[in-house]
């Protein structure tokens, strides 16, 4: 079992910045990759941004250049940087980590609100 808690997140104008991490425990040796997904008001859950143990990552067109993902393995924590944020952001967003297994494990979820 991993068990995935995230911080972070809340209110912010457009153009802000905001960070949101999640620290994993548990079976930590077995995640492969970690990763952000969001899910806003009536839309499908997407990915957003995720990162191999290796440290290679992935990010969705929408956010390339503005959002940054990072990983600390040995904190056994995902960072996601957020910058230059527009109200299409807005959605609650979910930690993910995807065992070497494929087994996945969700956070709880945490809001992002992008508004003036």
């Known amino acids: 079992q991993v068990q995935l808690v995230e911080s972070g997140g809340g209110l912010v104008q457009p153009g802000g910045s905001l960070s949101v991490s999640c620290a994993a425990s548990?079976?930590?040796?077995?995640?492969?990759?970690m990763g952000w997904y969001r899910q806003a008001p009536g839309k499908q859950r997407e990915l957003v941004a995720d990162?191999?143990?290796?440290?290679?990552?992935n990010y969705a067109d929408s956010v390339k250049g503005r959002f940054t993902i990072s990983r600390d393995n040995h904190k056994n924590t995902v960072y996601l940087q957020m910058n230059s944020l527009k109200p299409e952001d807005t959605a609650v967003y979910y930690c993910?980590?995807?065992?070497?297994?494929?087994?996945?494990?969700w956070g709880q979820g945490t809001q992002v609100t992008v508004s003036s």
């Open positions: 993910n980590a995807r065992m070497f297994s494929g087994r996945e494990y």
């Open positions: 548990g079976i930590i040796f077995s995640i492969n990759t």
């Open positions: 990162i191999t143990r290796g440290g290679s990552t």
